[in-house]
């Protein structure tokens, strides 16, 4: 499936990730980026990359007061946790027997 066509399904069925996205855009691209992730790390180490990066975004040290409620914090994270790709994903597991 395309990568916009997912981050449209995400997005339409959360409103408040719609209205980060309206409010701050650079929440699309972390978005983009939990779609396409970067093959030498694994699942983990890029939802905790991009969610610290979108702590600055949407969340309490978010810079837009309608955007620092714990709701869209909760949205975004639950956006990066549908979009990056089951592990693994660089054909490592992230976990070691």
């Not at 339409?12 to 650079?26: K, N």
């Not at 309608?66 to 979009?83: G, H, K, N, T």
């Amino acid at each position: 499936m395309d990568l916009e066509v997912r981050i449209e399904q995400v997005l339409s069925t959360s409103p408040q990730l719609m209205q980060a996205v309206s409010i701050e855009p650079r929440v699309l691209d972390l978005l983009r980026s939990a779609a396409a992730p970067n093959s030498r790390e694994t699942r983990w180490e890029c939802y905790e990359s991009l969610r610290d990066m979108g702590s600055g975004l949407v969340g309490w040290r978010s810079r837009h007061i309608p955007l620092r409620s714990p709701r869209m914090y909760e949205a975004f994270v639950q956006a990066l946790d549908e979009l990056l790709p089951d592990p693994p994903f660089d054909g490592e597991s992230e976990v070691s027997a």
